[in-house]
């Protein structure tokens, strides 16, 4: 029979599964994020913005709730560094080693899961907003070419061009 040498725990009022249920909560809520830009982009290359404007208002409460859990988790860190005698800004990787030997490889993984889900979700955020960039700009080239006179570029106040028709509003005929 093999016996494990267990390192004292320091804080004992630190239970490891609450800390490993908020990180398989929050890697859940990123999964669902990544579904959700995926169902957005395809209706951004679908050209549907109906479903869009529904999908978009998804991502932003899967965002809320993503946030939430990450500020959790946060404090919960930082309260578990302090109880270690390290900087409160500490971050869970750093933490690592204070944790019980079986249990490290576990928190290992699952915070590198997380952080290759976060830069998957910024890479799929920044694709999303190109694509929606350039569907704008199709758009644009396309009203300009319908009717070439109702259609100026002028800049915003952050220095962006935009179109404006000369009344605020397309001069498209739009009845068959």
């Known amino acids: 029979m093999v016996q494990v ?84 800004e500490s971050t869970l990787s750093e933490l690592v080693p204070h944790f019980p030997d079986v249990t490290q490889p576990m928190f290992q993984s699952i915070i590198d899961e997380i952080n290759n889900l976060i830069s998957k979700i910024r890479r799929k955020i920044e694709q999303n907003q190109k694509l929606l960039v350039r569907l704008t700009e199709v758009t644009d080239q396309i009203l300009m070419v319908s009717d070439p006179t109702g259609h100026s570029k002028t800049y915003n106040k952050s220095g962006d061009l935009s179109n404006l028709s000369s009344d605020g509003r397309s001069t498209l005929n739009e009845s068959a």
Do not use: K
């Open 5 to 88: 040498a267990q390192i004292p725990n320091v804080n004992p009022s630190f239970e490891w599964e609450d800390l490993l249920g908020l990180l398989r909560d929050e890697l859940q809520e990123y999964g669902g994020l990544v579904g959700l830009l995926n169902a957005q982009q395809q209706s951004i290359l679908n050209r549907r913005p109906n479903s869009l404007l529904e999908i978009n208002q998804s991502v932003q409460t899967q965002m809320e709730a993503s946030q939430m859990l990450q500020r959790r988790r946060q404090g919960f860190v930082s309260s578990l560094a302090s109880s270690y005698g390290e900087p409160g």
